[in-house]
């Protein structure tokens, strides 16, 4: 059972839009910032969103993050096959002195 | 570039001990804390615990204190985590992570990882 929750699946096809979201409560997400993960299995993740809207060089527009209050979004447009993946949302719990994630989305590009 | 390279896959018995260990290239060891993150077979992201810059600071997650240990060594840029007691349910990769920017902020850096398998 993860603290921060996260739908299981989300799929749409190539070139729109998706976005997953991220649930979690004021001793977390309420307080602390957000960040993303790509992960693809047997690889290492990537981090896609630090600091609720951020992108690290390299990652391209096409991924946004937002944050408002006690949930958080990862928008993706211009869906690719390559975009398949899970994707991890993840902050700081103040309450549990722990860096906590959610469950994993995985995203199927039809 | 920043490389984070993880030592190789363990196979363990119940009750054993493990030390996974991850060397830092590409960057100023000294200048980051690293984390150590798990998941287990068909599971999500578990973080395990933090170690700072230098060495003499940890934070572990609840649930894993007293099994264990995160330490460095500064003179080979490598981390390592150390886990006793092992149990069926510590089968997983475990990767290191650098944070971005100081104790907590994201990883931005990871380790492909090390497949510990704990089986009888």
């Known amino acids: 059972q993860s603290v921060l929750t996260q739908p299981p699946s989300v799929s749409a096809a190539p070139g729109q839009k998706v976005t997953i979201s991220c649930s979690g409560s004021s001793s977390n997400i309420g307080s602390n910032y957000v960040s993303w993960y790509q992960h693809l299995p047997g690889t290492a993740p990537k981090l896609l969103i630090y600091d609720n809207n951020k992108r690290p060089s390299g990652i391209p527009d096409r991924f946004s993050g937002s944050k408002s209050g006690t949930s958080a979004t990862l928008g993706i447009t211009g869906l690719q096959t390559g975009d398949e993946a899970d994707y991890y949302c993840g902050t700081w719990d103040g309450s549990l002195n722990s860096a906590v994630f959610g469950g994993g989305t995985k995203l199927t590009v039809l | 570039q920043v490389q984070l390279v993880p030592s190789g896959a363990e196979v363990k018995e119940p009750g054993a001990s493990m030390k996974v260990s991850c060397k830092a290239s590409?960057?100023?060891?000294?200048?980051?804390?690293v984390h150590w993150v798990r998941q287990a077979p068909g599971q999500g992201l578990e973080w395990v615990g933090v170690i700072n810059p230098t060495g003499d600071t940890t934070t572990y997650a609840q649930k894993f204190q007293g099994r264990v240990t995160m330490t460095r060594d500064t003179s080979t840029s490598t981390v390592y985590m150390e886990m006793s007691s092992l149990r069926s349910d510590d089968t997983a990769v475990y990767h290191c992570?650098?944070?971005?920017?100081?104790?907590?902020?994201?990883?931005?850096?990871w380790g492909q990882g090390t497949r510990v398998t704990v089986s009888s």
């Open positions: 992570a650098r944070d971005r920017n100081g104790y907590y902020n994201s990883f931005d850096y």
């Open positions: 590409g960057y100023t060891f000294t200048n980051y804390y």
